[in-house]
């Protein structure tokens, strides 16, 4: 994340379903819209993680600091491997979001590949630029990169990592610009990862990731249209609190849909639903290289059996295209 991070300034100065099978007579038909509201651009230079398990964390025994960090090893089937380089992420990228008939929006971690993507499936692409402490970028660069419409969304925003509140006042002026452009901010909530403080030495501080902690910002800008990361995990009942007494509030389950116990992610899911907020929950990867990460987070949500028709495509297009403004009857 702090390599994430880094970036941002580099970017303001760059201006499951799989298609049956059918026979030779039948027009193959597009899948249904789905929007990936949660994708990072990164480049595979700087990926340093291996082969991945889906739902990896669903034993967390914890370790001791004399033998340091280790994870599990779990037995996969069909572990998902990331892509070699940055043409590879993109060729596969790039074909899923087609064939899928996805429309992402994707984050400026790397300026490079973000506009790469955009220039290949520019239609697919809707870009988006965020902040997480002061020093990222100033507020001045922020409001030009914003305004030059280029950007449609202020996200990923994770002063989390910083140990900070997204209320915190010294990024009081960036959510001030979102506002007054009429953007939707993306703020990371929630996890953070196992382990995470003691493989990386973060300033992370889970409690800055509990949705209660948006109160005073949304207070402060009470037209700010805001979507909750990683669905705020664990703190659901404070989501729902925060979302029960703010209608412009949103959630994406993104990086949660793939790296907790399946059945933890989909109690969260339910109860949500089940709180009344079936109509804010939006379908997000939080895609980071590893191509298969897609199709699988879809699969989680069409396998669903306690998920009706209506809410499957309400997860998977529907609420965010609302959320996002999207004209629905002219996507792809």
């Known amino acids: 994340m702090k390599r994430i991070l880094s970036l941002l300034v580099v970017c303001v100065s760059?201006?499951?379903?799989?298609?049956?099978?059918?026979?030779?007579?039948?027009?193959?038909?597009?899948?249904?819209?789905?929007?990936?509201?949660?994708?990072?651009?990164i480049s595979m230079g700087n990926f340093q993680m291996g082969d991945l398990c889906p739902w990896f964390l669903e034993n967390m025994p914890g370790t001791d600091p004399k033998t340091g960090m280790s994870f599990p090893k779990k037995d996969c089937v069909d572990p998902w491997k990331p892509a070699k380089n940055d043409d590879e992420l993109t060729?596969?990228?790039?074909?899923?979001?087609?064939?899928?008939?996805?429309?992402?929006?994707?984050?400026?971690?790397?300026?490079?590949?973000?506009?790469?993507?955009?220039?290949?499936?520019?239609?697919?692409?809707i870009p988006g630029i965020g902040v997480s402490s002061p020093g990222d970028i100033?507020?001045?660069?922020?409001?030009?990169?914003?305004s030059s419409g280029f950007y449609k969304v202020m996200s990923e925003c994770a002063p989390q990592y910083q140990g900070m509140s997204p209320s915190d006042t010294s990024l009081d002026k960036y959510f001030a610009i979102a506002e007054?452009?009429?953007?939707p901010v993306g703020i990371h909530m929630g996890t953070g990862g196992n382990g995470m403080a003691n493989i990386m030495g973060t300033k992370f501080r889970a409690a800055m990731g509990n949705p209660l902690e948006l109160e005073d910002l949304l207070h402060r800008h009470p037209k700010l249209r805001v979507w909750v990361q990683h669905a705020g995990y664990?703190?659901?009942?404070e989501l729902i609190a925060v979302m029960g007494w703010n209608a412009y509030v949103f959630l994406d389950i993104s990086g949660f849909i793939?790296?907790?116990?399946?059945?933890?992610i989909h109690m969260v899911i339910k109860r949500l639903i089940q709180a009344g907020f079936g109509k804010r929950i939006m379908y997000g990867t939080d895609f980071m290289g590893y191509p298969k990460m897609i199709e699988a987070s879809i699969g989680l949500i069409q396998n669903a059996s306690y998920l009706t028709e209506e809410q499957k495509r309400d997860i998977l297009y529907n609420n965010a295209a609302r959320f996002l403004r999207l004209d629905q009857g002219k996507m792809n």
């Open 14 to 41: 760059i201006p499951l379903v799989l298609n049956a099978q059918v026979s030779k007579q039948e027009p193959v038909k597009k899948p249904l819209p789905i929007i990936d509201i949660h994708v990072h651009s």
């Open 91 to 125: 060729a596969a990228f790039i074909e899923t979001i087609n064939r899928l008939n996805i429309t992402a929006v994707v984050f400026c971690d790397n300026p490079k590949m973000l506009f790469r993507w955009k220039k290949l499936a520019p239609d697919r692409i």
């Open 138 to 146: 100033t507020a001045e660069a922020m409001s030009d990169s914003l």
């Open 180 to 183: 007054k452009l009429d953007l």
């Open 234 to 237: 664990p703190f659901t009942d």
């Open 258 to 264: 793939w790296s907790y116990p399946q059945e933890e």
